[in-house]
């Protein structure tokens, strides 16, 4: 498999600046095996410890502050020369060893010269005081956007078409059909690096639906294992509440939809659990397209999305038949799979969270409001051929001099009709660069 990630990591590498990294990201996204995989293409050797797996390594780190007399105990841990500069040492899980995890200092202040490169899948939901503020660098892994699924599916024609496209013209419809086609896949298998991987090996959906059933079951299972007890069972009601929370018309997160009653007071902890784990993501509301984004949110009004469309569409129970009925799996639950898909695309590339933008009376709502440069865009999310932008125009209208470009994600061709930049939906992951061109031709 081609993951961008280990484009960021060789840049890690190169830089004067470097300190310590801690690769976050959400479990079974594939940060041990990118960190594997970046050590083996860049490195002499590589020294993988792994907190959960050898829990007394502990000690070498609870006895000591001292980077040689740490680096001496792993040496014969790894039963082979851990050297600055040639090794690189991965410390896997490591928010299960806060020692550790706080030793990142000593070894970012008095041994620079040794390249460590961590893995955390909880560090959200677990850091506490001995946290080395100032002393890491940080690196965000997601599930395999969409460019990357075709690579690792075999279609790196495709893949490499998209990376290909400079300007603003149409798309062949014969490569169009194609990588529509092709996303309705990505609906299906998501980018869970192993469903992905039985997909291009097997393609044999009922494979890649047990190994999605299995992830599922498996962060509940963190929920009991690593949240505080009292919050495990709202954890649960948060989360499974996520597929008809998204199917409603208005996909403001209710916490009374999640259990009858509840209160924000009282599962705002689980909430934020779930987000810090990397499982959910939180998109506010916005007044205004100010900058930054963040001084104009509605701290009252949010939605939920989850980490992966697959998941999300396994979590829903929607059939794999829906593959075979036309636009049906963009449409289904009022387009939520295809707004899930667009802020999955979209949360790799942007500096800033994305928030939304809505009216009450009358009923007017843009899905994302995203910040390119020092621009604040606008940015609609269509399921199917059927464009009409009402939100989109009375956005315009309330912001006219806020709104250099419209952004619209659909089924239709790659175009720009007016100040309205229309993104078919397989090109989600070259939002950014299509901006960059469709600004400065206007």
Same mark, same amino acid.
């Given at each position: ?211 999605? *059933?299995? $992830? %599922?079951? =498996?962060?509940? #299972?963190?929920? /009991?294992?690593?949240?505080? !007890? ?116 979209? *949360?790799? $590339? %942007?500096? =800033?969270?994305? #928030?939304?933008? /809505?009216?009450?009376?009358? !009923? ?79």
């Amino acid at each position: 498999m081609q993951r961008t990630i280990i484009k960021d990591l060789t840049d890690w590498q190169a830089s004067p600046h470097r300190k310590p990294l801690l690769l976050k990201g959400a479990r079974q996204v594939g940060k041990t095996w990118a960190l594997k995989e970046f050590g083996r293409l860049n490195y002499d050797n590589t020294a993988y410890f792994s907190f959960d797996e050898q829990i007394e390594l502990g000690q070498f780190f609870e006895t000591t502050k001292n980077v040689e007399r740490i680096i001496q105990n792993l040496t014969v841990v790894n039963q082979r020369p851990i050297s600055p500069g040639k090794t690189l040492i991965i410390f896997d899980e490591i928010q299960e060893c806060n020692p550790a995890l706080n030793a990142l200092k000593y070894f970012c202040e008095n041994a620079p010269e040794y390249h460590v490169a961590c893995a955390g899948s909880l560090l959200g939901t677990k850091l506490d005081g001995s946290f080395p503020v100032g002393k890491v660098d940080f690196l965000d892994m997601w599930p395999m956007t969409f460019s990357e699924h075709l690579s690792a599916s075999g279609d790196e024609n495709l893949a490499e078409y998209i990376s290909s496209i400079d300007r603003i013209e149409q798309i062949p419809d014969m490569f169009l059909n194609s990588l529509l086609e092709k996303l309705k896949i990505y609906f299906l298998t998501g980018g869970m690096p192993e469903a992905v991987a039985i997909w291009a090996m097997e393609q044999d959906i009922s494979q890649v639906q047990k190994i999605q *059933k299995n $992830i %599922l079951e =498996a962060y509940e #299972r963190d929920f /009991s294992k690593h949240a505080a !007890k009292k919050n495990r069972l709202k954890l649960l009601h948060i989360w499974n509440s996520i597929p008809s929370q998204l199917s409603r018309e208005n996909k403001k997160f209710l916490y009374g939809a999640a259990k009858s009653g509840a209160r924000a007071r009282e599962y705002e902890d689980a909430l934020e659990w779930l987000i810090g784990a990397g499982l959910l993501y939180k998109v506010f509301r916005t007044g205004k397209p100010g900058l930054p984004l963040s001084a104009y949110d509605d701290l009252s009004a949010f939605k939920l999305y989850t980490l992966d469309v697959g998941l999300l569409r396994e979590q829903s129970g929607l059939a794999p038949s829906a593959f075979s009925e036309g636009d049906r799996l963009f449409l289904e639950f009022r387009g939520a799979l295809t707004e899930n898909y667009a802020l999955q695309s979209l *949360k790799p $590339i %942007l500096n =800033a969270k994305p #928030r939304y933008w /809505s009216e009450t009376h009358p !009923k007017f709502e843009v899905d994302f409001i995203i910040q390119y440069e020092n621009f604040v865009l606008p940015v609609e999310v269509k399921s199917g051929t059927q464009t009409a932008s009402v939100s989109l125009n009375r956005y315009r209208d309330c912001f006219p001099e806020e709104t250099p470009l419209r952004v619209r994600f659909s089924t239709k061709n790659l175009r720009l009709d007016g100040n309205v930049l229309n993104i078919p939906l397989p090109l989600a992951d070259k939002t950014l660069s299509l901006i960059d061109i469709a600004l400065k031709s206007l």
